[in-house]
């Protein structure tokens, strides 16, 4: 967090199948396993480009959620089914050591594409929708802290959740 990059808008992605594409890919999967994320976005590690990576293992950042099967979204539009908001914990790799609980769309639908270009559209809800919304935020510029109604519920993980090993790795 303060990395002027991570509150620009990302670029869409053009080409699809490339190399340059593949190793992006292959650059996030390997940071968000090394943190422990839930998933992650192209511009937490430096590229402006509509590409964010979910799912595939359970994370110990959030023990109790359902696992999300992996997916490589690119060009991601979310569209929310119905009005229903649901509040939840977040953390984020960009603000380490945080925790904060966010209002987020219970169910909604995602399209986009794969790295070669196959599109992708699911609906989903709970957690899986949470981190949908979560990721993509970072590619409008948006840092999950921005989206907090209630200050009171932001802080250090060890001063939240003293009993519970939640740190970031």
């Known amino acids: 967090m303060g990395d002027p990059r991570l509150l620009e808008p990302a670029r869409p992605v053009e080409r699809f199948g490339t190399p340059a594409l593949r190793a992006l890919v292959t650059d996030l999967l390997d940071t ?10 192209a511009p937490q590690i430096g590229v402006s480009e509509q590409v964010v990576i979910f799912g595939g293992f359970p994370s110990s950042r959030y023990p109790d959620a359902d696992e999300i099967p992996f997916t490589v979204l690119v060009n991601p539009v979310l569209t929310p089914l119905g009005d229903e908001m649901e509040e939840g914990w977040e953390g984020c790799l960009s ?36 981190v949908v919304q979560h990721e993509c935020d970072h590619l409008l510029g948006i840092l999950y802290p921005m989206r907090i109604a209630d200050m009171s519920r932001f802080g250090f993980v060890d001063v939240l959740f ?8």
Do not use: C, W
Request: glycine share 12%; proline share 7%; charged share 30%.
């Open 32 to 41: 968000m396993k090394k943190m422990n994320g839930a998933g992650i976005a």
């Open 95 to 130: 603000v380490p050591g945080m925790r904060g609980v966010v209002p987020r769309f219970r169910r909604l639908r995602y399209t986009g594409f794969d790295v070669d270009g196959a599109p992708i559209d699911r609906s989903v809800e709970g957690f899986h929708a949470r």
């Open 162 to 169: 003293p009993d519970q090993d939640l740190q970031d790795d």
